[in-house]
């Protein structure tokens, strides 16, 4: 059974930096291709970031490139966001879940519905 729970949000002013985990149980994210998802307040969840499983290879949506870093820790089955320069436009809440699709041309979840509760990011002066 996939469990993820998600931490490290917050209140933050632009341009600020935060750093997001997700630790993860019933799979492991350097074996899976793994992603950060969020949701703003009436919109769509979309796709972040993502890390392929076997190289290790990430993906940004274009809207925080330069910005965010996505990276695991095997030994803690952990993966993380850091969050800098962020903007008001950050402001969502951040999800974690295996990634279905990883590539330049997109990042999604697919059919997972096994989501955590996520972790809030207010990006306000």
């Known amino acids: 059974q996939v469990q993820l729970v998600e931490s490290g949000g917050g209140l933050v002013q632009p341009g600020g930096s935060l750093r997001l985990s997700c630790v993860a149980s019933?799979?492991?994210?350097?074996?899976?291709?793994t992603g950060w998802f969020r949701q703003a307040p009436g919109k769509e969840r979309e796709g972040v970031s993502c890390?392929?499983?076997?190289?290790?290879?990430?993906y940004y949506v274009d809207s925080v490139k330069g910005r965010f870093t996505i990276s695991r820790d095997k030994a803690k089955n952990t993966l993380y966001l850091q969050m800098n320069t962020v903007k008001p436009e950050d402001t969502a809440i951040y999800y974690c879940?295996?990634?279905?699709?990883?590539?330049?041309?997109?990042?999604?979840?697919?059919?997972?519905?096994?989501w955590g509760q996520g972790t809030q990011v207010t990006v306000s002066s």
């Open positions: 879940a295996p990634a279905q699709d990883c590539s330049g041309y997109g990042i999604s979840a697919g059919g997972f519905n096994s």
């Open positions: 019933g799979f492991t994210v350097d074996i899976y291709t």
């Open positions: 890390i392929t499983n076997s190289a290790g290879t990430t």
